[in-house]
């Protein structure tokens, strides 16, 4: 049996899924992304375009761990 605790993180999972769903649809009606990384000006890929993306894939997990590293914990 679930405890409360599980319950509410199974919630909060869902929740932003839904979120991060929307976001993306959102982003796929509104925008188009960019053509080439604003980082590395490497060509971005369709799929990251029609999502409105402006950064690579390699250079956004860059960017996301450099704010790991410098994030307060």
């Known amino acids: 049996m679930a405890d409360e605790i599980d319950l509410a993180n199974d919630l909060i999972d869902n929740e932003v899924s839904r979120a991060l769903k929307k976001l993306r649809e959102q982003a796929a009606i509104n925008a188009e ?8 000006d490497e060509p971005m ?18 960017n996301e761990r450099r704010k790991s590293l410098f994030a307060d914990d």
Do not use: D, N, V
């Open 33 to 40: 992304g960019a053509k080439f990384c604003i980082e590395c």
């Open 45 to 62: 890929p369709k799929a990251r375009q029609s999502l409105g993306f402006k950064l690579c894939k390699p250079c956004a997990e860059e």
